[in-house]
């Protein structure tokens, strides 16, 4: 598996490749997202992603996400830390720290991750934008530090598909 279907595998409970709308709002409360939001974040993610990852002799709903082909649901304004096939590209996580943490150099403040989505802002990609800008200050939300602040292993956490996993065991609620 490439580090995005890592990345969304925690999402797919029945462990079948296919995330439901359910399996996405599910997925959301375990990691503290409340409840009114993860309806909402789980109808537009699965909503955007199920038809761009849906396979052309697929039976289930339009919504269903597909682990397998999650690279085609990649957005613009991203940080381009995945590559175009959903590979983790060392390089350009690094970067999101070396040009946006100047506070502490392994973490991000929440201005600095406003910052950074600002510059990551593509023209003419307000969607794209909006869906970096929806993950990132919900990742902020969940997963920030006691000083308020996003650490550097915590985000490389999400992009190897481990950080869900432990936001669960640790039973964090936002």
Same mark, same amino acid.
């Given at each position: ?16 490749? $296919? $995330?439901?709308?359910? !399996? ?20 537009? $993610? ?36 995945? +590559? ?10 690094? !970067? ?22 600002? +510059? ?26 006691? +000083? ?15 950080l869900f996993y432990q936001l669960t065991a640790q039973?964090?609620?936002?």
């Amino acid at each position: 598996m490439t580090e995005l279907q890592k990345h969304v595998a925690f999402f797919d409970r029945d462990h079948d490749g $296919i $995330i439901t709308f359910d !399996e996405t709002y599910q997925g959301l409360r375990d990691v503290g997202v409340g409840e009114v939001t993860a309806k909402a974040s789980a109808a537009l $993610i699965n909503g955007a992603l199920g038809p761009k990852t849906r396979p052309d002799n697929a039976n289930s709903s339009r919504m269903d996400i597909y682990i397998e082909n999650i690279q085609k649901g990649k957005h613009g304004s991203d940080t381009g830390a995945y +590559d175009a096939q959903g590979r983790f590209v060392p390089a350009k996580f690094d !970067e999101i720290f070396s040009k946006h943490a100047k506070t502490v150099p392994n973490a991000l403040t929440k201005d600095e991750l406003d910052e950074m989505l600002k +510059d990551n802002q593509e023209k003419n990609d307000f969607a794209g934008w909006l869906a970096a800008k929806s993950e990132w200050e919900m990742l902020y939300k969940v997963a920030k530090d006691k +000083d308020g602040r996003l650490p550097k292993d915590t985000v490389r956490a999400v992009y190897d598909g481990t950080l869900f996993y432990q936001l669960t065991a640790q039973g964090k609620k936002a």
